[in-house]
């Protein structure tokens, strides 16, 4: 849940917070002015998808699928850092850099087969650095270029998984035959 | 974003791999920001018989590589000399503005390529490229 300009605050019995608006008085004197309505209709509908989610647990379900595609690219892509801890993660979350190829080319080549990723490379953005999270993270820059991030939803199957590592497995391969790196010099 | 052109070739480039016994290697561009070109060439009689590339880089990068050996393939040393990253820009039906240094790139690296060559047979010519 992260809608913009609204959100839910819990007041333990006893706490008398200062408000941050005054005014009208509006939301017991705690956010005076006039109520943000859509968004607190909106915070309503977001609270109860949240509710539903965490009764179909949906969360364990997505971290299997997404511990499956980390072990299957790992296993089956040499080469492969995966950037960030491997379980204390988000539940929909998986990143990597590979080795010797640039981000960009990949993102563009899983697009091709229906695959929808992002890059750190700076390749993919005006700029000329990339991505300052893996770079704080001690990943080298030419290394850092050839990130990936996948993230899962709660309709993704293992079939998707299989489809992804498929198809990225080769991709890397093919992005890496055309790379100068990897390989003895002549 | 790319053009038609830039994305076959990006998918489907052409002259990739190196020549073992290549007689000019140039190899241009940084891997820390992301491009780095190397182009081999094959040379007979003044003209460049055989060419290949390898490129770590973004898709612009590749197609761009692939496009400037398809240029220069045949080409005398001469002729090769004079294909600019505005040509090979152009045979791609135009690339974004932050990807015009991917075309430098290569024009960058055929250049090196030839330079690499004549160090090799010991011949002057060197001062005048590049």
């Given at each position: 849940?992260d809608?913009?300009?609204?959100?839910a605050l819990?007041?333990r019995?006893?706490?008398?917070p200062?408000?941050?608006i005054?005014?009208?008085?509006?939301?017991?004197?705690?956010?005076?002015?006039?109520?943000?309505?859509?968004?607190?209709?909106g915070?309503?509908?977001?609270?109860s998808?949240?509710k539903?989610?965490?009764?179909?647990k949906?969360?364990?379900?997505?971290?299997?699928?997404?511990?499956?595609?980390?072990?299957?690219?790992?296993?089956?892509?040499?080469?492969?850092?995966?950037t960030g801890?491997?379980?204390n993660r988000?539940?929909?979350?998986?990143?990597?850099?590979f080795?010797y190829i640039?981000?960009?080319?990949?993102i563009?080549?899983l697009d091709?087969?229906g695959?929808?990723?992002?890059?750190?490379?700076?390749c993919?953005s005006?700029k000329?650095e990339?991505?300052h999270v893996?770079?704080?993270m001690?990943?080298?820059?030419e290394?850092a270029h050839?990130s990936l991030?996948l993230?899962?939803?709660?309709d993704?199957?293992?079939?998707d998984?299989?489809y992804?590592?498929?198809?990225?497995e080769?991709?890397?391969?093919?992005l890496r035959?055309?790379?100068?790196y990897?390989?003895?010099?002549? | 974003?790319y053009?038609?052109?830039?994305?076959?070739?990006f998918?489907n480039?052409r002259n990739v791999?190196?020549?073992?016994?290549?007689?000019?290697?140039?190899?241009v561009?940084n891997?820390?920001c992301?491009d780095?070109?190397?182009i081999?060439?094959?040379?007979k009689?003044?003209?460049?018989e055989d060419i290949?590339?390898?490129t770590f880089?973004?898709?612009?990068?590749?197609?761009?590589?692939?496009?400037?050996?398809?240029?220069?393939?045949?080409?005398?040393?001469?002729e090769?000399?004079?294909?600019?990253?505005k040509d090979?820009a152009?045979?791609?039906?135009?690339?974004?503005?932050h990807?015009l240094?991917?075309?430098?790139?290569a024009?960058?690296?055929?250049?090196?390529?030839?330079?690499?060559?004549?160090?090799?047979r010991?011949?002057d010519?060197?001062g005048?490229l590049g």
């Open positions: 849940m809608q913009k300009g609204v959100g819990y007041i019995k006893g706490l008398k200062t408000p941050l005054h005014g009208g008085g509006q939301e017991r004197g705690l956010r005076s002015g006039t109520e943000n309505v859509a968004g607190i209709v915070l309503g509908a977001a609270a998808l949240a539903r989610r965490i009764e179909n949906d969360e364990e379900r997505v971290k299997k699928l997404r511990d499956k595609l980390i072990d299957g690219i790992l296993d089956r892509i040499p080469e492969t850092i995966l801890h491997r379980y988000l539940p929909f979350h998986a990143s990597f850099c080795k640039e981000g960009e080319s990949l563009l080549r091709a087969v695959i929808g990723a992002s890059t750190g490379s700076a993919s005006a000329l990339p991505s893996l770079l704080a001690g990943i080298p820059h290394v050839g991030r993230t899962l939803g709660k993704n199957t293992e079939e998984i299989d992804v590592i498929e198809n990225l080769k991709m890397v391969s093919e035959r055309i790379s100068p990897g390989k003895k010099d002549v | 974003m053009t038609e052109k830039v994305m076959e070739l998918m480039p791999g190196r020549i073992e016994d290549a007689d000019g290697i140039g190899k561009g891997p820390v992301g780095v070109m190397k081999y060439i094959k040379v009689d003044g003209r460049i290949k590339f390898e880089g973004c898709a612009a990068a590749i197609a761009t590589s692939s496009m400037v050996t398809e240029m220069v393939k045949g080409k005398t040393l001469e090769a000399l004079k294909v600019t990253n090979v152009e045979a791609l039906g135009g690339l974004p503005p990807k240094h991917c075309s430098l790139l024009e960058e690296g055929i250049k090196a390529a030839i330079e690499d060559y004549y160090r090799r010991g011949k010519g060197n005048s």
